[in-house]
């Protein structure tokens, strides 16, 4: 070891070395607090860490360790004690910003974990490190091209990186509990501390646009949806909002537009020579719920009517004495001066009679910059699709009919399962980035499939020239995913599990551009990377359904 030139046995000794200070850390002065990352000290940390990246590449010629730095031998070992980590925050239930780790070493709160951060700045620092040299080496005649694509992919995932992690301690998210008629100008953090701020928010009206009423039949011992009963059964007149009526123990509901009204069916059934009729509700907080038996087994019910979108009509005071009329929906939010006023609840008890609404107020003043490295990173997703000579274009032109073939199939088996079309989507699901987040995603998914399948089958260059569009499409699609998070709940990257497990999927497949890098000729660990980075990719499309550390956190668990 430590002979020239370096390999992976140096840069895992580095690792295992962060990791052991990291542990160090994380016992004798506790978990890392975000919070304190605010200016000053987060830009002369920016300062310090951009002239100690240009100071290692001007020793570069120097000291072989800067030089080494920059090589795929060092960033393998990075990479992978980065995917292990993440694998750990994955599987693992993680605990709020500013609460204890319920566990004696500290991986359930894993941002704040000393090795995750020690090996996250490590990998920043190499980054960093790689732009420069990239960049030396196109003024020396490097080809443009190669030089966009690097300096694009690393440039903007350093940018993205430091500034999300250096803004953190500015980012405030705030909940605001806003009563109609009322004038609210403070808010509760993430650790249920009351803050003021320096708006204030009247809500005039909170409302709900919901969905039809429906009824269906259920198991009255299991409450299991039922469908071949043997009973057929008809809507005979349904009033989106009624008032029950009882006389004489015969329930009625007649259309109604006073508060706390419900939605009413009158339903008939028969099977076999008996008849069933009556009205069927789904109740509410002032009405009671009402179904219609129809034998020991079964009964028809209406369920509670699902949310199309909801909103808040505020008015917004600034301390300058200006104001602002507007309505607040999911996916909508307001923005004034700094602060993004989104829609996040409601009473839940009185659904769309609530006279409350829940609002998430978000001022995150690095975003721009964030957002800068997002497009870099757009932007190098972009070139991964351009061949790099002619028997790329030929060889592409196989991959894209394979692509297809496998694409239309996949997403019909999929949209066709989850009964997409039929379905009733939840409001945050009513984004303009939801479509192309997901089918981005699946055709991703189809050229990593089809990479990985090749692979095995020993065609090597097939399977090097689709996982490019591959990882392209993941790039993309998780991005999309970052700017719908962004819109509809105020924050681009939350460590939810189901992203979590997309950034360990992604990291892998870098690593696999590394291992080709490093060894070009190592087809059987190309392989098992393909293989294991496939395997992440079905925890990120399905498997995170299943994870007890995503259950009643992640909103991304659609399997109840």
């Known amino acids: 070891m430590w002979t020239k030139p370096w390999k992976y046995k140096e840069g895992a000794v580095i690792c295992l070395g962060l990791l052991c200070v990291g542990l160090f850390l994380q ?43 920059v090589k795929p031998t060092a960033a393998v070992p990075t990479l992978i004690s980065a995917v292990v980590l993440m694998i750990v925050m994955g599987v693992t239930p993680q605990v709020p910003a500013g609460v204890s780790p319920t566990d004696a070493v500290g991986v ?36 443009l091209w190669r030089a966009l694509l690097f300096g694009s992919v690393h440039l903007g995932l350093w940018i993205a990186l430091v500034c999300a992690t250096l803004g953190s301690g500015e980012m405030r998210r705030l909940r605001m509990t806003a009563q109609q008629g009322n004038v609210e100008w403070r808010a509760v953090d993430e650790r249920q501390r009351i803050v003021g701020l320096p708006i204030a928010v009247e809500l005039h009206k909170f409302g709900i646009d919901e969905y039809a009423p429906e009824m269906v ?90 949310p199309k979108q909801y909103y808040s009509i505020v008015d917004v005071y600034t301390q300058d004495e200006r104001s602002f009329h507007d309505t607040i929906k999911v996916n909508h939010p307001l923005r004034v001066d700094d602060w993004w006023i989104y829609q996040l609840s409601f009473d839940q008890t009185k659904g769309r009679w609530s006279d409350i609404s829940v609002l998430e107020i978000v001022r995150d003043p690095w975003l721009p910059a964030v957002y800068v490295g997002f497009v870099m990173l757009l932007f190098a997703a972009v070139l991964l699709f351009v061949p790099r000579n002619n ?14 073939v496998v694409t ?11 009964g997409y079309f039929e379905r009733k989507m939840m409001p945050a699901l009513r984004s303009v980035w939801f479509a192309p987040h997901v089918v981005v995603y699946m055709v991703g998914y189809s050229c990593l499939a089809l990479a990985t399948v090749v692979a095995l089958m020993r065609r090597y ?23 719908w998070a962004k819109e509809a709940w105020g924050t681009y990257w939350s460590w939810d599990p189901k ?31 393909l293989v294991v980075s496939f395997i992440s990719l079905q925890m990120c499309w399905w498997g995170i359904n299943y994870l007890p550390s995503a259950q009643a956190t992640s909103v991304h668990t659609y399997i109840n």
Request: glycine fraction near 8%; charged fraction near 15%.
């Open 461 to 483: 260059a097939l399977a090097d020239i689709l996982v490019r569009p591959g990882l392209a499409l993941l790039t993309v699609g998780m991005l999309f995913g970052a700017f």
């Open 217 to 306: 039949v259920v198991d009255k011992y299991t409450g299991d949806v039922s469908e071949d009963t043997g009973w057929e059964i008809a809507a005979f007149d349904t009033i989106d909002y009624a008032s029950r009526v009882e006389e004489d123990s015969v329930v009625t509901y007649v259309p109604s537009s006073l508060y706390g009204a419900v939605p009413a069916m009158l339903v008939g059934a028969k099977k076999d020579g008996m008849k069933r009729a009556g009205w069927i509700s789904c109740g509410n907080f002032m009405s009671p719920f009402q179904a219609l038996n129809l034998d020991e087994h079964f009964a028809v019910i209406m369920p509670q009517r699902a």
């Open 391 to 404: 028997v790329g274009i030929w060889r592409s032109g196989i991959s894209v009919s394979l692509i297809v």
């Open 499 to 529: 992203e979590t497990w997309a950034a360990i999927t992604w990291t892998l497949y870098i690593l696999y551009f590394h291992v080709r890098a490093s060894r070009p000729k190592s087809h059987g660990l190309m392989t098992l990377v």
């Open 27 to 69: 016992y004798t002065i506790g978990p890392v607090d975000w919070g304190l990352m605010e200016r000053p000290f987060n830009w002369t940390l920016l300062i310090v860490f951009s002239a100690l990246i240009i100071l290692g590449h001007v020793l570069s010629s120097q000291y072989y360790v800067f030089e080494w730095l």
């Open 108 to 143: 359930t709160r894993m941002l704040g974990f000393w090795p995750f951060v020690l090996i996250l700045v490590y990998a920043m620092y190499q980054l960093g490190l790689t732009v420069m040299t990239t960049m030396s080496r196109w003024r020396m005649g490097a080809p």
């Open 408 to 418: 239309f199939i996949f997403l019909y088996c999929t949209l066709v399962s989850m």
